[in-house]
């Protein structure tokens, strides 16, 4: 119990540290080129009463789901067929270095190309961001898997999908938390830049709209506002995957 409350003092202090330092510096620069915290709690407010902040950031928020949920997918499935098929693995690898290593711009201007300005391109190109990373890290989860506890379940002949849920699954607990921590602190950032291209709404395209009247608060009233709705997904879906993985160990 002390400890959990010696992290949660740290976690204040460290929050509060930012926001003085963030602070200190807007004292010393333009304030219109690093508006202070006061500045952009004014902005959020105003936005908020509007209901702009809450419309385009609930819109942005959806399209990160939907993409998080197709990449984690599509990503888990390759990843674990490629690391229990050592002929599957020699043919897609080449695939997946290509899909790692193509920028994601260069992803986004083609699916808005190839597809249209509309929501399909969009969460396209978001999703083709991240499954390679997730195959990547499912990858490793899938030759992680110790076979000793397979050939138990094995000899006592246990159904391959009783198999499945109790001896390989927990074994890819903390596989799948670190694909999707990384997935989620990457999609919503290229999520930002596919409106900023081709949305009429969302985060994005409203940063879009601050960037071009040089509106400084603005951009980070919304970068504040959804970075905080984040964190908050994060406490509320990962954090109690996390604990879940600790009883697990």
């Given at each position: 119990m002390n400890a959990i409350s010696s992290n949660a003092v740290l976690r204040i202090a460290?929050?509060?540290?930012?926001?003085?330092?963030w602070h200190l510096a807007s004292i010393f620069v333009d304030v219109e080129l690093l508006p202070g915290p006061d500045e952009v709690s004014k902005k959020i407010i105003e936005e908020a009463?509007?209901?702009?902040?809450?419309f385009h950031t609930l819109i942005t928020l959806k399209r990160v789901s939907i993409s998080f949920i197709i990449a984690m997918l599509i990503g888990t499935f390759f990843g674990l067929y490629m690391g229990r098929n050592e002929r599957a693995n020699t043919i897609l690898?080449?695939?997946l270095v290509l899909g790692l290593n193509v920028p994601a711009l260069v992803i986004i201007?083609?699916?808005y190309v190839w597809f249209g300005l509309n929501e399909m391109a969009a969460i396209l190109a978001v999703s083709l961001n991240k499954i390679p990373m997730v195959a990547v890290i499912m990858r490793e989860g899938s030759r992680a898997i110790d076979k000793d506890y397979l050939d138990v379940g094995k000899f006592y002949k246990i159904g391959k999908k009783k198999l499945f849920f109790k001896v390989v699954l927990p074994q890819l607990y903390p596989y799948l938390l670190s694909s999707a921590r990384s997935g989620l602190s990457l999609i919503w950032k290229i999520v930002l830049v596919v409106e900023l291209l081709g949305r009429s709404n969302g985060v994005g395209f409203k940063l879009y709209g601050f960037f071009q009247f040089f509106d400084i608060s603005g951009i980070l009233a919304y970068t504040l506002a959804f970075v905080i709705l984040i964190i908050f997904v994060e406490f509320l879906l990962i954090r109690p995957f996390e604990r879940k993985i600790s009883v697990w160990k």
């Open positions: 460290s929050i509060l540290s930012f926001f003085l330092i009463k509007s209901s702009e902040l809450f690898d080449d695939w201007i083609l699916c």
